[in-house]
């Protein structure tokens, strides 16, 4: 029986030394680069990548399963892979990270932070600055997934009233009331946080305009941790300009790294990060991986399916 191809697609080593499978099994193949990956690919049957080559899916006829190692789909669900290769996901990885995320720097947000940092460096007392709570303030989150869900039980720990907004609209246990993507507006004007968390579908790109950034309060701050161009960027920065958000926290854009001289860098009411607010690691991941390696070998369905077509 000849044994099938598993390719580990990442820079970091660790990812390929967990993979767990009878000996014997697979043949493990590694590859940390687009050029290492290009005479391999075309043997592989499973792959396990993160932000595999897009120009290398074409070579890759003889693949059946892939499973991603981040949050985010929309980098391989493009028209270059076969319909047939069936894609799955890493759930309930992130959500812990993207909750300590986003309540955290809602935190940096009402515990000014910035401002006793900054008058500790002039070795000013400035105690006419007070504090706020976040107990009580309004938190929005657009896309209620697993990750959703993980923010919105750690903001409700702090008191905080959740809402939602997603594709169905359908009530979770997390979120107070949720709404569906059409009534958007109405939920971000009840909003001191937005958090966005959709995927990037041809549906949700741009879905952050200039309306839904107008519907927000002018005290509001606006959170993206999704994909850049779920928001528009450019009415994003003009609402930030005219100061008609409180501030943004940004950890995606529409172009990574951020390039220089963009805009975004030189405001005093954005926060940029470098796409870190929910990191994979290898040892995270691997359970995952294990398990629908395991089920694939013996010819079961697999855990975490994405929708190719719903887009996540
Ligand atoms: C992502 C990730 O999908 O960082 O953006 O995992």
């Not at 993207?98 to 935190?107: D, F, I, L, T």
């Not at 949720?178 to 879905?207: H, K, M, N, S, Y």
């Not at 470098?274 to 294990?290: K, L, Q, R, W």
Request: with cysteine.
């Amino acid at each position: 029986m000849t044994r099938p191809t598993v390719l580990v697609y990442h820079a970091d080593p660790k990812y390929a030394a967990l993979v767990r499978a009878p000996r014997g099994r697979i043949v493990l193949r590694t590859a940390a680069t687009p050029s290492e990956a290009e005479p391999l690919v075309a043997e592989a049957d499973a792959l396990y990548a993160w932000q595999f080559p897009r120009h290398l899916w074409a070579k890759a006829a003889r693949l059946r399963w892939l499973q991603v190692m981040g949050a985010g789909v929309d980098w391989a669900l493009v028209p270059e892979l076969r319909p047939g290769v069936v894609v799955t996901r890493a759930p309930g990885v992130f959500g812990p990270w993207m909750a300590e995320y986003v309540v955290g720097w809602c935190a940096w947000v009402t515990q000014r932070m910035a401002a006793y940092l900054d008058a500790q460096r002039q070795r000013r007392w400035i105690d006419h600055v007070l504090p706020d709570r976040l107990g009580g303030k309004t938190l929005v989150i657009v896309g209620l997934g697993d990750i959703g869900r993980a923010i919105a039980r750690a903001a409700r720990a702090l008191g905080m009233r959740v809402l939602g907004v997603s594709r169905t609209g359908r009530p979770v246990r997390e979120a107070r009331r949720v709404w569906r993507v059409g009534a958007l507006r109405t939920a971000l004007r009840q909003a001191d946080f937005v958090v966005v968390l959709l995927p990037l579908t041809p549906e949700t790109r741009g879905i952050i305009d200039a309306g839904a950034l107008a519907a927000m309060k002018p005290t509001a701050w606006l959170l993206n941790v999704a994909r850049g161009a779920v928001v528009d960027e450019p009415a994003l920065l003009d609402a930030l300009r005219g100061r008609r958000l409180g501030g943004a926290i940004l950890d995606v854009f529409a172009t990574e790294p951020l390039p220089p001289h963009h805009p975004f860098w030189a405001l005093d009411n954005v926060v940029i990060t470098p796409h870190i607010s929910g990191p994979s690691t290898p040892e995270e991941i691997a359970p995952i991986f294990n398990d629908n390696l395991a089920r694939w070998l013996a010819g079961r369905p697999l855990r975490h399916v994405v929708d190719r077509k719903a887009g996540y």
